[in-house]
């Protein structure tokens, strides 16, 4: 602990001063958590403190707790853990540690408290705060400061961050660290299948997730596996056994050459016995399976986060800092979450609070409360993964009567999760009794050879993990031959269609139901599920495959950035897909801590270039020994005419007067991805279970009440129209709403009208984009966390 004199002077400063902390089990993204936090802490002009090793540093003080400089935290955005240290620390818990801690932080001059960790952490940090006034009184009573020396820390403000791979806090939908564990998760499994089918084996894998089956769940959902085992949903403990034996043994004798299982660390029968790896195995075994056991244990915690992850601990960061700001005392600390894509503030003690009583409800063995109290999306991709892996047994068929042909038709660009969303289409369609019919090779495949093949089980069972398009993909719109394809559907008696694709989808769609008066064939449910690397589909804020591309970026640019580091005075600009979007540019300029990103939405001006070299001169002025960090610029193709990628990279050059070279990076390609990543595997699932639930849900064949969730909110007349018992082709009133895009915001999915989007002026059909920018808040914050407006200050 410093003396009381350097304690009185740290009084008589104004500046706030903010710690920051990593604690409980580490979570890739904390270190871009501690960047933005330190970052814009000096922004807003308040002296930021590291607090190493967690509650550990905060309890001992000394040299634990230190003062962090703009240049302390840079390359961070790359690197795995979390470089402040954390640990776990058990005197923090009785009230004489927090005690040394109070002292610690007054001693620094420290008034506010930003913790990013789990339940644990966040509770003793709220706690901490409760104590904080007693903790002041106590520590002037017993003469170790005095009643001056803590007159300015009447109060400590805490901000919480959850920094947990387990995804299991209450009241925000992600935590950091969640999707890059599930991403180590899916990639070791994909590993694991190629070796299980060539020894046609099974595989028990177990994942992380004491109280929550998040991981397992989604990994479950990711790879394609045979069966879960998740706390949340224990299987019956007096037929489990057999449950798993004849789900495995269907699949086997439908032909998977391979099994897997997935088994939460905390999985339990529903008496609350432990149901272990080791016991699935003999299960297994008794089948006459050749099992084997894989415990990925820390493999999960490991590597540098994925582009969510960075992304959402940046953001997240920069608003924690705020919140400090803001804190005026009267409202409850607030736990920084994410809810529907925007980045909330809820009462802390509130959400830790609900987020234990889900390990209480299982406890207690109230499995309906324990999955009713996690967010909609677990409940909601919990169902998928039933409907699309356990009820190919042919017990949820519909009558002969109900049962559907269901078109799919792959439209544009490939991108790495449209086979994904097309096998759990055709798993949720065979296991209700529909067909499922793929256009092969869009629109032209169609026009010009009549391509359609009806999809089998076999055929698509493998999809879940496989990029590009086994049906096959083109740009082709159905205004080329809108006759040809009229007749198609005619022929193969299409009652739905699922169009899958990026703005040439969204196009199609509007085509096809503008033809709906000169073709009545095509009043049928039509849904087009975006799927782009650009995401710029209107009425959507994500598209399948931008988090596959967002990964392979972010790959890309690390390795291009330690490029530029090695050797020294380099930069190099970077050019991304987008077509006239910004959202990749702006995106990845975030998560890399790019010195400059220009898009389409903010024209490239001389200045704007000349203030970016200024501060790239800057950033390198402050290149020193180790501390030298790989500098790059973000360019999207299509940001200007004039100046080209080529360009900026030679006026670089020229302005640098031979202290440091530039050089030109294309990823191309590349960005579209190999393997789909974990974010986009999840959604494909959901996004394709849903659009076959629109499909029967518009049809008439079936005996279906609308759902709320495909209306459109913003009409009431049309808000309560049901189709109910209606026949097909007179539902015309009802059209426009049968024709939608699929629309994510953040967890949440709903459906909008393309007519009513046409209509809403948000479509760019010049520039086949969405007109709204969802993503001006990472401009803002790289803006911010890349030093321009430092530098300018
Ligand atoms: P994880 O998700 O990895 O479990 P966590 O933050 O929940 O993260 P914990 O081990 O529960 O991890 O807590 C981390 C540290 O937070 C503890 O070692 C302890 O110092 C502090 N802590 C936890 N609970 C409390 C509490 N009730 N009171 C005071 N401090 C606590």
């Avoid at 432990?274 to 195995?281: A, H, L, M, N, R």
């Avoid at 894509?341 to 409800?361: D, Q, Y």
């Avoid at 080329?480 to 040439?504: C, H, P, R, S, W």
């Avoid at 015309?732 to 939608?740: F, G, R, V, Y």
């Amino acid at each position: 602990p410093s003396s009381e004199g350097s304690v009185a002077s740290l009084i008589t400063s104004g500046k706030k001063k903010i710690a920051i902390m990593t604690s409980g089990g580490d979570s890739a993204g904390m270190n871009a958590v501690v960047r933005a936090v330190v970052r814009a802490g000096i922004h807003y002009d308040c002296d930021v403190f590291g607090i190493y090793d967690g509650y550990n540093g905060l309890v001992s003080g000394g040299n634990m707790i230190k003062k962090m400089d703009w240049y302390d935290v840079r390359g961070w955005l790359s690197l795995g853990g979390t470089l402040i240290g954390t640990a776990r620390n058990k005197e923090f818990r009785e009230r004489s540690g927090r005690l040394k801690a109070a002292y610690n932080l007054v001693s620094n001059g420290i008034d506010s408290l930003v913790v990013c960790g789990g339940d644990g952490s966040l509770t003793g940090a709220d706690l901490f705060r409760s104590d904080w006034p007693s903790l002041m009184e106590e520590l002037v009573s017993t003469g170790k400061l005095t009643e001056m020396q803590v007159a300015p820390y009447k109060r400590l403000s805490i901000v919480g961050l959850v920094g947990s791979i387990d995804n299991d806090m209450a009241m925000t939908d992600r935590t950091i660290g969640a999707f890059s564990a599930l991403e180590r998760i899916i990639e070791m499994v994909d590993y694991i299948d190629a070796t299980a089918t060539s020894h046609s084996r099974a595989f028990v894998i177990e994942v992380m997730g004491r109280h929550c089956g998040w991981l397992a769940l989604m990994a479950g959902i990711s790879t394609g596996a045979d069966y879960i085992f998740i706390p949340e949903r224990p299987d019956d403990a007096t037929n489990w056994k057999d449950k798993l034996s004849k789900v495995c043994m269907r699949h086997r004798e439908k032909g998977h050459r391979k099994t897997t299982v997935i088994v939460a660390e905390g999985a339990i029968d529903n008496e609350n016995k432990p149901i272990t790896s080791e016991d699935v195995k003999k299960v297994l075994v008794d089948l006459g399976l050749d099992t084997r056991v894989t415990q990925l244990g820390h493999v999960q915690r490991g590597g540098t986060a994925c582009a969510y992850d960075r992304m959402l601990g940046t953001l997240q960061g920069v608003e924690a800092v705020k919140a400090v700001l803001e804190d005026d005392g009267k409202s409850p600390s607030p736990m920084i979450g994410i809810l529907e894509g925007k980045i909330v503030r809820k009462p802390l003690l509130e959400a830790v609070k609900l987020t234990k009583s889900v390990a209480a409800a299982i406890a207690a063995k109230d499995f309906d409360k324990a999955m009713s109290l996690r967010d909609s999306e677990f409940a909601e991709c919990y169902n998928n993964y039933i409907e699309t892996t356990m009820y190919d047994d042919g017990s949820h068929k519909l009558p002969e009567d109900q049962r559907l042909n269901i078109a799919v038709v792959h439209v544009g660009a490939p991108t790495s999760a449209l086979n994904a969303a097309t096998r759990s289409m055709a798993l949720y369609s065979f296991a209700k009794g529909h067909r499922l019919f793929a256009i092969q090779n869009g629109f032209a495949g169609l026009i010009r050879h009549g391509a359609v093949r009806e999809l089998h089980y076999n055929d698509v069972n493998s999809w879940y993990n496989l990029g590009g398009s086994v049906i096959g993909t083109n740009r082709s719109l159905p205004s080329q031959d809108m006759g040809t394809i009229a007749y198609y559907f005619q022929k193969y008696n299409f009652d739905g269609l699922v169009l899958v694709g990026g703005y040439e989808a969204f196009t199609s769609l509007q085509e096809l139901q503008e033809a709906r008066k000169q073709y009545p064939i095509f009043n049928i449910p039509m849904v087009a599920i975006p799927a782009t690397v650009s995401n710029n589909v209107p009425g959507t804020e994500y598209s399948l495959g931008s988090d596959t591309c967002m990964n392979e970026l972010v790959k890309y640019c690390d390795a291009i950035k330690q490029s530029a580091s090695a050797s020294r005075k380099r930069v190099f600009v970077i050019e991304v897909q987008g077509g006239y979007c910004g959202y990749i540019a702006s995106y990845i300029s975030l998560i890399t801590g790019a010195i400059a990103s220009y898009t389409p939405e903010e024209k490239i001006s001389l200045k704007k270039i000349r203030e970016d070299i200024s501060l790239l001169e800057e950033s390198f002025k402050n290149d020193g020994g180790e501390n030298r960090s790989g500098k790059i610029f973000i360019r999207n193709e299509k940001a200007s005419k004039i100046f080209t990628t080529e360009l900026i990279t030679d006026i670089i050059a020229e302005q640098s007067h031979g202290k440091f070279g530039s050089r030109t990076a294309i990823p191309g390609h590349v960005q579209q991805g190999n393997y789909p990543s974990s974010l986009d595997r999840v959604n494909a699932n959901r996004l394709g279970v849903k659009a076959c639930e629109f499909i029967e849900k518009w049809n008439s064949k079936i005996d279906w009440k609308l759902n709320d969730s495909f209306h459109d909110e913003s009409d009431p007349k049309l808000r309560f129209r049901y189709v109910n018992g209606v026949k097909f082709e007179t539902v015309k009133d009802s059209s426009e709403l049968s024709a939608c895009v699929v629309s994510i915001q953040g967890s949440h999915i709903g459906f909008r009208s393309v007519v009513e989007l046409m209509r809403s002026g948000e479509v760019d059909e010049k520039f086949r984009k969405s007109k709204k920018i969802f993503w001006s808040n990472y401009t803002e914050a790289n803006d911010m966390l890349s030093g321009k407006l430092y530098v300018k200050k």
